[in-house]
C-alpha cells in the first residue's frame, strides 16, 4: 500500500486543480464549506453501510474511498485553520488505546464492570499481535466498549485558542 502521506497530497492537489476553495479560517464561508464536507462523510458513509448490508463488495470499498477523500480535505482543511489534526489523532489513538485490556483478568474486571452498569451481556474477545495476547470487551453487534472509568480524550488542547 503506498503511503497515507502521498496519497493525503494527491487529495490536496486535486482538491486544488478542481478549484475547490479555500476560505479564511472560521468565516462564514469557511463554516459552510466544512458542513459540506462533514454532510459528505454522512452520505458516503451512509452508502458504505448500505453496501455492507446487502454485500456489495465493489460499492463497499467505493465508499470507504470516498470517506478516506473526504476526510483528508477536512482534515486538511483544519490543519490550515491551525487546528493540531496530527495531535488530534494520536491523543484520539491512545485514547483508544485503553480500550484494550493486556491481562484476561483485567477484561474480565471491565466486562462485570460494564455489565453491572447497564444490565446488558458483553463478551471478551481476544488477539494475538506479534505473539502477544490482548484483550476487548465488546457488544453483542462486536463494538469494542469503553471501560467504565474510561475518560474521554480532551481535545481543547489542539484547537486554536481564537476558534473556541
Known amino acids: ?15 486544488l486543480q478542481a478549484g475547490v476553495k ?38 463497499l470499498l467505493d465508499g470507504c474511498i470516498d ?7 477536512l482534515m486538511d482543511m483544519l490543519h490550515q485553520a491551525g487546528f493540531d489534526v496530527i495531535g488530534a489523532f494520536d491523543a484520539v489513538c491512545d485514547n483508544n488505546d485503553e480500550k484494550v485490556f493486556k491481562t484476561y483478568c483485567d477484561a474480565v474486571e471491565a466486562k462485570d464492570a460494564l455489565e453491572e452498569r447497564d444490565d446488558t451481556e458483553y463478551y471478551i474477545e481476544d488477539s494475538f499481535v506479534d505473539g502477544i495476547q490482548y484483550f476487548t470487551v ?3 453487534d462486536g ?4 471501560p467504565v472509568d474510561f475518560k474521554p480524550v480532551d481535545l481543547k488542547m489542539f484547537v486554536p485558542k481564537n476558534s473556541v
Do not use: T
Not at 67 to 73: D, E, R, Y
Open 1 to 15: 500500500m503506498k503511503d497515507l502521506p502521498i496519497l493525503y497530497q494527491r487529495v490536496i492537489d486535486f482538491n
Open 22 to 59: 479555500d476560505y479564511p479560517a472560521y468565516s462564514f464561508e469557511w463554516w459552510k464549506a466544512v458542513e459540506l464536507q462533514s454532510k459528505l462523510l454522512v452520505e458516503e458513509s451512509s452508502e458504505a453501510y448500505e453496501a455492507a448490508k446487502y454485500g456489495d463488495a465493489v460499492e
Open 67 to 73: 470517506n478516506a477523500v473526504i476526510a483528508f480535505k
Open 138 to 140: 465488546r457488544r453483542p
Open 143 to 146: 463494538k469494542i466498549m469503553k
